[in-house]
C-alpha cells in the first residue's frame, strides 16, 4: 500500500481521491458521495416535479367558467367545420 502519501499531507480522502489516490478510504469516499449527490440530485428532481404538477391544476382554475364556455364552443365550432 504505498497509494496513502495523499493523507500523510493532511487531505481528505475525498481531496486525495481527485488527487489520484485510490485506495480503500479514498475510492468508499468518492463511491459514497457520489451517492450522496445523486440523491440529493433526485431528491431535487422529485421536488421539481411536485412543484410542477402542484402548479398545474391551479392554473386551469385559473381559467373562469366563462372562458371555459368560450373555449369550448370554439373547439366544437372547429370541430364543426372538420
Ligand atoms: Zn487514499
Do not use: W
Amino acid at each position: 500500500m504505498g497509494t496513502t502519501i495523499c493523507h500523510d499531507k493532511g487531505l481528505s480522502a475525498l481531496s486525495a481521491y481527485t488527487k489520484g489516490c485510490r485506495c480503500d478510504i479514498c475510492t468508499t469516499a468518492k463511491i459514497k458521495y457520489e451517492a450522496m449527490r445523486k440523491a440529493k440530485k433526485n431528491e431535487e428532481e422529485k421536488a421539481k416535479r411536485k412543484l410542477v404538477k402542484k402548479t398545474r391544476p391551479l392554473d386551469h382554475d385559473t381559467m373562469t367558467i366563462s372562458e371555459y364556455k368560450k373555449h369550448r364552443e370554439e373547439t366544437e365550432v372547429k370541430r364543426q367545420f372538420n
